[in-house]
T-cell receptor, first 115, second 114 residues
Framework: EAQVTQNPRYLITVTGKKLTVTCSQNMNHEYMSWYRQDPGLGLRQIYYSMNVEVTDKGDVPEGYKVSRKEKRNFPLILESPSPNQTSLYFC??????????????FGDGTRLSIL | AQSVAQPEDQVNVAEGNPLTVKCTYSVSGNPYLFWYVQYPNRGLQFLLKYITGDNLVKGSYGFEAEFNKSQTSFHLKKPSALVSDSALYFCAVRDDTGRRALTFGSGTRLQVQP
């Protein structure tokens, strides 16, 4: 089954304790992206990757890091989490065929609470 | 810059009645427009997209959307609502000028009453 898998689904942690949210897709997609969803704001892009070793900032990258060492994986790293990063996070992937009209496939989300 | 506006936080409709969820957009080039649906505790699911061609686009679960260039709108419609259509709906836009980020609206909650 084609899917985007995020782990963990839920995490409660404390300010300053480094954490990583993993994302893996089995569709051989080139493009991967991380979003955060906050009430009234919709989804905002944090980082995206066009392919292996190619990453770029989205609209709200501050406080986050990413890496793309393998095509299937795109982890999101919070080096020193703060309470304002409490949110619902989604990973997404899509084909990248030189155009930007491909729909994205989303994971089921990771709810992070930073105390 | 590109942006999406969904002017209604919530839309209520009776089962069997037609529904419309509104979306307007702003992009610098030609728009690529998408509708996604989110059910509780799940990620977003793709419903339909407009790239070029016919202004009326048909998608999953009986939904359709009408692209109106002069009004910069892309409203989501369904002729007969089902209770199971109750969910959170997001409109999204991306331009064709090379910037690849997808910009989402703030979402509209659709509530279909039996």
């Amino acid at each position: 089954e084609a899917q985007v898998t995020q782990n963990p689904r839920y995490l409660i942690t404390v300010t300053g304790k480094k954490l990583t949210v993993t994302c893996s897709q089995n569709m051989n997609h080139e493009y991967m992206s991380w979003y955060r969803q906050d009430p009234g704001l919709g989804l905002r892009q944090i980082y995206y990757s066009m392919n292996v070793e190619v990453t770029d900032k989205g609209d709200v990258p501050e406080g986050y890091k990413v890496s793309r060492k393998e095509k299937r994986n795109f982890p999101l790293i919070l080096e020193s989490p703060s309470p304002n990063q409490t949110s619902l996070y989604f990973c997404a992937s899509s084909l990248s065929t030189g155009s930007s009209n491909q729909p994205q496939h989303f994971g089921d989300g990771t709810r992070l609470s930073i105390l | 810059a590109q942006s999406v506006a969904q002017p209604e936080d919530q839309v209520n409709v009776a089962e069997g009645n037609p529904l419309t969820v509104k979306c307007t957009y702003s992009v610098s080039g030609n728009p690529y427009l998408f509708w996604y649906v989110q059910y509780p505790n799940r990620g977003l699911q793709f419903l339909l997209k407009y790239i070029t061609g016919d202004n009326l686009v048909k998608g999953s679960y009986g939904f359709e959307a009408e692209f109106n260039k002069s009004q910069t709108s892309f409203h989501l419609k369904k002729p007969s609502a089902l209770v199971s259509d109750s969910a959170l709906y997001f409109c999204a836009v991306r331009d064709d000028t090379g910037r690849r980020a997808l910009t989402f609206g703030s979402g509209t909650r659709l509530q279909v009453q039996p």
